[in-house]
């Protein structure tokens, strides 16, 4: 499959199998998220790989929506800012960008690999640290279930045009 089909066929599931994912296959996955790029090459993030029933649970009582019970794996994307690059003109942490450039990375290779995922932002983070027990240095940015997904068809995206979001400047 091409980058390009890929991109296109990438999509918000909401809605798994309960067939776990294989260790083999998030090993593949992190491989892909440990070769995303970051800024000076910092890599300041940790994922964790959800797959207990109580630690999931944890999870779940963070961000309480029924379809997001369904995944049988949660990948808990999270930075640590104290190991991130910042800007020295305005002092910008690249944290954030750079833990949504390793997920991209996981989502893109996710659906090549026939698997679906959902990247789920709005989360009682303080929940989710204490529901893995997390360092204080380190911030859950981002939840992704991953599964396969139960439904095929794939909902047209509602995107922007290129033409409205492009601006050549001459």
Same mark, same amino acid.
């Given at each position: 499959?091409?980058?390009?089909?890929?991109?296109?066929?990438?999509?918000?599931?909401?809605?798994?199998?309960?067939?776990?994912?294989?260790?083999?296959?998030? %090993? *593949?996955?992190?491989?892909?998220?440990? @070769?995303? +790029?970051?800024?000076?090459? &910092?890599? +300041?993030?940790?994922?964790?790989?959800?797959?207990?029933?109580?630690?999931?649970? =944890?999870?779940?009582?963070?961000?309480?929506? *029924? #379809?997001?019970?369904? %995944?049988? /794996?949660?990948?808990?994307?999270?930075?640590?800012?104290?190991?991130? #690059?910042?800007? %020295?003109?305005?002092?910008?942490?690249?944290?954030?960008?750079?833990?949504?450039?390793?997920?991209?990375?996981?989502? @893109?290779? %996710?659906? *090549?690999? =026939? @698997?679906?995922?959902?990247?789920?932002?709005?989360?009682? /983070?303080?929940?989710?640290? &204490?529901?893995? !027990?997390? +360092?204080?240095?380190? *911030?859950?940015?981002?939840?992704? +279930?991953? =599964?396969?997904?139960?439904?095929?068809?794939?909902? !047209? &995206?509602?995107?922007?045009?290129?033409?409205?979001?492009?601006?050549?400047?001459?």
């Amino acid at each position: 499959m091409s980058i390009k089909q890929i991109i296109i066929d990438r999509r918000s599931v909401r809605n798994f199998e309960m067939r776990p994912v294989s260790r083999q296959t998030i %090993a *593949e996955l992190m491989e892909a998220v440990r @070769l995303a +790029p970051s800024a000076c090459n &910092k890599q +300041p993030w940790a994922f964790y790989v959800v797959e207990r029933a109580d630690k999931l649970a =944890g999870l779940r009582s963070a961000y309480n929506r *029924e #379809w997001f019970a369904t %995944a049988p /794996t949660v990948i808990v994307a999270c930075g640590c800012h104290s190991e991130s #690059w910042h800007r %020295a003109a305005d002092g910008k942490d690249h944290c954030d960008i750079d833990v949504a450039i390793a997920i991209d990375h996981l989502t @893109l290779l %996710a659906t *090549e690999m =026939g @698997l679906g995922t959902c990247w789920v932002c709005n989360f009682d /983070t303080a929940a989710v640290a &204490k529901a893995l !027990d997390l +360092p204080d240095d380190v *911030e859950p940015i981002a939840m992704i +279930p991953i =599964g396969y997904a139960t439904d095929a068809v794939k909902p !047209d &995206k509602n995107r922007k045009s290129a033409d409205f979001i492009t601006h050549f400047i001459d």
